[in-house]
């Protein structure tokens, strides 16, 4: 158990709605960064924060947006869904030393019907 | 543009023999590399790190080793064992800024499968 924990484990939902995807850290760990990984691909990074602040940006689409709350919560906010949006999102979570070594949930499949 | 790459997509080994896994990057500005094992329904577990201005890193059976020059890097795993059937992934940590301010980027990914 890496002590990431994501909500939901698996999402269905129909194109051009709205889903948000929750991640909370591991325990005192600063840093949030969010994954896409899609079929056969490798993961992609999207947005990291720290401490509430956003910090660095990936490919992330306009349509998608972040935010970390001050209990370091964070939500995934994925709008104007569309097929091609199916994928696994992964949270991981590292503490305050720096970002290289991050620890995973267990990821949100996304299915866009 | 793919900056690190994971040319095998499957590597099937037997129990007891050495798994070699390879990782191509491009980017000589990486600071630290790292492997993650991945089960199915699970995320990616942390294996092992390597520095930059290091060119071998030993935890247990799993040594990481560094050529710089050739940019390439690979995960030996000595002995296998079933039980490291698992998605490799190679990824490579890029920072700019403070120095919680970064990436991982990640290569695709090697099936690696160990037979009894």
């Known amino acids: 158990d890496s002590g990431v924990t994501q909500t939901p484990k698996h999402l269905i939902t129909a194109t051009g709605q709205r889903v948000t995807l929750r991640c909370s850290p591991r325990?005192?760990?600063?840093?949030v960064y969010w994954y896409q990984q899609s079929l056969d691909q490798g993961l992609q990074f999207l947005i990291q924060y720290y401490n509430g602040e956003e910090r660095a940006k990936g490919n992330i689409l306009e349509r998608f947006s972040a935010q970390q709350f001050p209990d370091l919560h964070s939500e995934l906010n994925l709008s104007s869904l569309e097929l091609g949006d199916s994928a696994l999102y992964f949270c991981?979570?590292?503490?305050?030393?720096?970002?290289?070594?991050?620890?995973f949930g267990a990821g949100t499949r996304l299915s866009v019907l | 543009d793919q900056q690190v790459k994971q040319n095998s997509p499957s590597l099937s080994v037997q129990e007891g023999r050495i798994s070699i896994l390879n990782c191509d990057y491009t980017?000589?500005?990486?600071?630290?590399f790292l492997w993650y094992k991945k089960y199915p329904a699970e995320g990616p577990t942390f294996l092992i790190s390597i520095s930059s201005i290091k060119d071998k890193n030993e935890d247990g059976r799993f040594t990481v080793f560094l050529n710089k020059s050739a940019k390439h890097l690979s995960l030996h795993i000595v002995p296998s064992q079933p039980g490291d059937s698992a998605v490799y992934f190679c990824?490579?940590?890029?920072?700019?800024?403070?120095?919680?301010?970064?990436?991982?980027?990640f290569g695709q990914g090697t099936t690696l499968q160990v037979k009894p």
């Open positions: 325990s005192g760990d600063l840093s």
């Open positions: 980017n000589s500005m990486f600071d630290y």
């Open positions: 991981a979570s590292s503490g305050s030393g720096g970002g290289v070594i991050q620890y």
């Open positions: 990824a490579a940590w890029w920072a700019w800024g403070s120095s919680n301010t970064g990436k991982l980027i």
